[in-house]
């Protein structure tokens, strides 16, 4: 059966706890920190106490090896207890159909900071495509990688993570499709293994078409913790991700008894993102903070959550959006001193300049006659942002580089009034100009922090060109 996220594992443990236990259960997400929350407290329902220190084996995903793991599945536990096997980062529900969402989860992952995770995900991919040694993957071999384009910020994650595994030997993690194996194994009615085995898997992508989902589904019990992204509104997925977040604050706050406004979560998500765990250490952090104060307002969440990595690259667009050079190579310099990646930040301002030539592209065909840069922000949602945008929403698709279709009304109207501040020529030589700094990067030794700031004086500061 499924069970959808906190009710779900609520509803499992609880069950777990009257003895009703099923053969196995798949702990289904996209956040690491809710995946191993769930499975510890399944865990403990099923071993409490001392038990698991005899009775529970976990195995790392790149240690995923069925001939091993199946015969200690089939083995009956010490003294009659019950037996556990974890099986974390599992790949058995892995099909060809699911290759396009793990490399976009990898991309997402190096664009949210986790390099670590973006490279697991990613070698993974290319052992399901064959390749075996990462020394064997030249440079010009890149162009033939999966989730390959050209001149795009998905290059810069592509190159990031190859050369993170070139520096610390990391090869390509092989891939068998053990389904068919784990299914034998389990039987269609669960009763393959001992009756007081229990198997735990915990992934972030399943095929449910796979015939050993469907058994599991039908014997066990798959609790699903993932937020579905694909051909749905950008508002839904949001709504998803807050609810997820909503649900991690009021665990948290119900054992301090406190409560937070709705401003002041709102404010705490914009400034933590769709992160569970650094949500939770900074709510954390706050109420302890708040010691005997009942209530989290948002003049609580200023005081102790600073300003984000999120932030300073959210500020550091919005300068070159606005042509603002004194305010962007402040943000520059912040960013490089957090250590940001200089290819990621490069990244992040030629996504600006795009949208900024998108919004110009906009202005000059559809809204020829309807745009003014001096109308209010309530003329603009009832003469363009209702009638032309939501339709031209409905036309572009959701992962297209350059859809500024995509981001909040008051965001594109800005976006729009910045775009008066650049001509077509200059942001069209702004994306040149960026493409020959990625490439100085890659091929010359002088530091890209030099690089970085050469190129925002250039791309803002026209008289500065050479």
């Not at 039987?187 to 796979?210: A, Q, S, W």
């Not at 003049?299 to 300073?312: I, N, Q």
């Amino acid at each position: 059966m499924e069970l959808a996220a906190a009710a779900g594992l609520k509803q499992t443990i609880s069950e777990i706890q009257k003895g009703k236990i099923l053969p196995v259960y798949v702990v289904l997400g996209d956040e690491n920190y809710v995946l191993k929350e769930a499975a510890q407290g399944m865990i403990a329902a099923l071993l409490p106490g001392k038990e698991k220190d005899l009775n529970l084996e976990v195995v790392e995903g790149a240690e995923e090896d069925w001939d091993r793991i199946i015969p200690a599945l089939q083995t009956y536990p010490w003294f009659g207890q019950r037996r556990v096997i974890v099986v974390k980062d599992t790949k058995v529900f892995f099909s060809k159909f699911l290759l396009e969402d793990v490399i976009a989860k990898s991309r997402i992952k190096y664009e949210t900071g986790n390099l670590a995770e973006a490279v697991k995900l990613y070698r993974f991919v290319l052992g399901h495509q064959g390749y075996q040694k990462i020394l064997d993957i030249a440079d010009e071999a890149f162009p033939q990688l999966p989730g390959y384009q050209p001149h795009s910020k998905t290059e810069v994650w592509l190159k990031a993570v190859i050369e993170e595994c070139r520096r610390k030997g990391l090869d390509p993690i092989p891939y068998e499709d053990n389904s068919e194996k784990l299914l034998k194994a389990l039987g269609r009615d669960g009763k393959g293994i001992p009756e007081k085995n229990t198997l735990i898997l915990v992934t972030d992508h399943v095929d449910r078409r796979k015939s050993l989902y469907k058994v599991i589904n039908e014997i066990g019990a798959v609790i699903d913790f993932s937020v579905s992204r694909t051909k749905r509104d950008a508002a839904e997925i949001e709504s998803d991700e807050k609810r997820i977040l909503f649900e991690q604050a009021e665990g948290l706050l119900k054992s301090a008894r406190k409560t937070i406004s709705k401003e002041a979560f709102e404010l705490l998500v914009n400034k933590t993102g769709f992160h569970v765990g650094v949500f939770r250490s900074e709510l954390e952090k706050i109420v302890v903070f708040l010691k005997d104060k009942p209530r989290i307002e948002p003049a609580d969440v200023d005081a102790m959550v600073g300003r984000t990595k999120e932030d300073s690259i959210f500020d550091l667009q919005r300068a070159v959006g606005r042509r603002d050079l004194k305010k962007a190579l402040h943000y520059l310099r912040d960013l490089l001193g957090q250590k940001e990646p200089p290819l990621a930040l490069l990244s992040g301002i030629s996504t600006e300049i795009r949208y900024l030539l998108a919004a110009k592209e906009f202005m000059a065909a559809e809204l020829k006659g309807k745009w003014n840069p001096r109308m209010s922000e309530e003329t603009f949602r009832k003469t363009v942002y209702f009638p032309v945008v939501l339709k031209k929403k409905k036309e572009i698709p959701e992962k297209s580089r350059a859809n500024i279709f995509k981001l909040p009304l008051n965001v594109l109207f800005e976006m729009l009034k910045n775009a008066e501040k650049y001509s077509a020529e200059e942001l069209q030589e702004g994306l040149s100009l960026l493409m020959r700094a990625d490439l100085k990067m890659k091929t010359l030794r002088t530091p890209p922090e030099t690089i970085l700031e050469e190129t925002l004086l250039t791309l803002l500061f026209p008289s500065f060109r050479k």
